[in-house]
């Protein structure tokens, strides 16, 4: 109640291109706009993805994801979007390896390394763990991953 309309604009383009039926590569990039009370968050992201497929049912995949730096007059920061407000150093960088087997066609398992590396007023984190406790702070994990589908 009492609070106007914020409306929230972006636009992507994206592709992807398979190299000899081995190596899909794929970028996107993102320009999004968050309107605020006090005015609005500028990003504009990256994303680069390489997914080689080596023989079998071995794979590699590897990703790069670059948050840029935040600008516009807003102060007040959305989730892990830190507002600019004339801070800078508000972007990010998330980078991934990870080797995939294929027991079969429905059924998969993945272990990797993903790290994401934080400007110093940033607070970006990882999916699945807890945001940092304060701007500027790096996290990393091995993860694995079982997928079957049904």
């Given amino acids: 109640l009492g609070t106007p309309d914020l409306k929230d604009k972006a636009w992507t383009i994206s592709g992807a291109y398979t190299i000899a039926n081995k190596v899909k590569i794929g970028l996107a990039y993102i320009d999004a706009d968050y309107e605020q009370q006090d005015g609005d968050i500028k990003k504009q992201n990256w994303l680069v993805g390489l997914d080689w497929h080596i023989a079998g049912p071995h794979s590699v995949q590897f990703g790069w994801v670059n948050a840029g730096k935040s600008k516009g007059s807003s102060v007040t920061s959305i989730s892990d979007i830190t507002a600019n407000a004339g801070l800078g150093g508000t972007g990010a960088d998330w980078y991934t390896i990870s080797y995939q087997y294929n027991f079969s ?3 998969s398992a993945r272990i990797g390394y993903v790290a994401v590396n ?6 970006y984190a990882l999916g699945g763990l807890r945001a940092p ?13 079982l997928q079957h589908n049904f």
């Fill in 118 to 123: 934080n400007d110093s007023n940033a607070s």
């Fill in 105 to 107: 066609k429905r059924t």
């Fill in 133 to 145: 406790t304060s701007a500027g702070v790096d996290q990393s994990a091995v993860v694995l991953y």
